[in-house]
């Protein structure tokens, strides 16, 4: 194995560890079917309420409370990109995935909501098929919490052989953590002379991924050139406005730059509904996130 030193900076080892811990709230349920047809959204939409709204009167005649969430999502129409959603023409697709999700603090009260959406397949709406994974089944809602413990009150141990071997960890002072000095960004006069609209996918490499309800898209250049230009376009601003349907008023988008690689990499926080398995919607972890920046036009 070779490898070799190209002058890589970062920080210092921390003198904490990250600990990840989860904690259970409730049950979750997702049930998904297709329906087509013309008008399939608002068929899909009317289903899934009449849906709610039968499981809803049966909670009140035994007692139950009702969802603690619902999220209702109809795949094949763009919701996910909001606002920048493409236009169908009149009546919108003929097809689509209807993607009805509900969390309740009792397992009892879905695997009610399981029986009754069994028979939506062959006695509802005109046009509605295929129940995908057949009847859905109730799961334990589990959430992420992350927090940082002093290394300090732990001895690492390394046990070989069936002997033990405590290993010294490095303490350091946080005076020495400061940010380390990156090579200059290249200034704006080095851009590639580009004219109309591009998109961020044309000049751009992107992929996101998830950390608990927190999204993280990393974006690099095709083209060292393109680095000044998506770094003058590509602002905190520009994301936060683009995903701000996804987004909640406690959502944070901090950018940070990369310009080793010419990368950037924009954090999205509390933009997942809950994240992993916590989250009602479809894409939990932000795996589209990257792909929907793409198509971002820039001037």
């Known amino acids: 194995t070779r490898s070799s030193d190209l002058g890589a900076r970062g920080y210092r080892p921390s003198n904490d560890y990250k600990v990840s811990g989860t904690y259970m709230e409730g049950f979750r349920l997702t049930a998904a079917f297709m329906i087509t047809g013309p008008n399939a ?11 709610l709204k039968r ?3 049966l909670f009140r005649e035994k007692g139950m409370r009702d969802f603690s969430q619902t999220h209702l999502q109809f795949v094949g129409t763009e919701e996910s990109y909001g606002k920048n959603a493409r236009e169908f023409p009149s009546g919108g697709p003929r ?3 209807v993607w009805l999700s509900v969390r309740h603090p009792q397992k009892e009260a879905l695997q009610l909501f399981a029986r009754e959406i069994a028979s939506s397949g062959t006695g509802m709406a005109p046009g509605l ?23 300090s009150n732990f001895q690492p141990v390394v046990d ?5 071997h405590a290993v010294d960890e490095f303490q350091h002072n946080e005076a020495d953590s400061k940010a380390p000095s990156s090579p200059a960004a290249e200034s704006d006069s080095s ?27 990393g974006v690099v250049a095709r083209k060292p050139e393109y680095y000044p230009l998506l770094r003058g376009s590509l602002t905190e601003e520009t994301v936060r406005k683009y995903f701000e349907h996804l987004l909640t008023e406690e959502s944070r988008v901090i950018r940070y730059e990369l310009p080793g690689i010419c990368g950037l990499n924009f954090v999205l926080t509390s933009s997942l509904g809950g994240g992993g398995i916590a989250s009602l919607r479809p894409d939990a972890q932000g795996k589209a996130y990257g792909q929907m920046l793409a198509d971002l036009k820039l001037e």
């Open 41 to 51: 959204a608002g068929k899909g939409r009317k289903t899934a309420e009449s849906i």
């Open 55 to 57: 499981i809803r009167g």
């Open 95 to 97: 097809e689509v995935a």
């Open 129 to 151: 098929f295929g129940m995908i994974g057949g009847r859905p089944k109730p799961s334990p809602v589990l959430k992420l919490f992350s927090f940082l413990h002093p290394k």
């Open 160 to 164: 070989l052989n069936d002997e033990k």
């Open 191 to 217: 851009a590639v002379s580009l004219e109309g609209k591009f998109r961020v996918g044309d000049l751009a490499y992107l992929r996101s991924g998830d950390k608990g309800d927190t999204a993280n898209i």
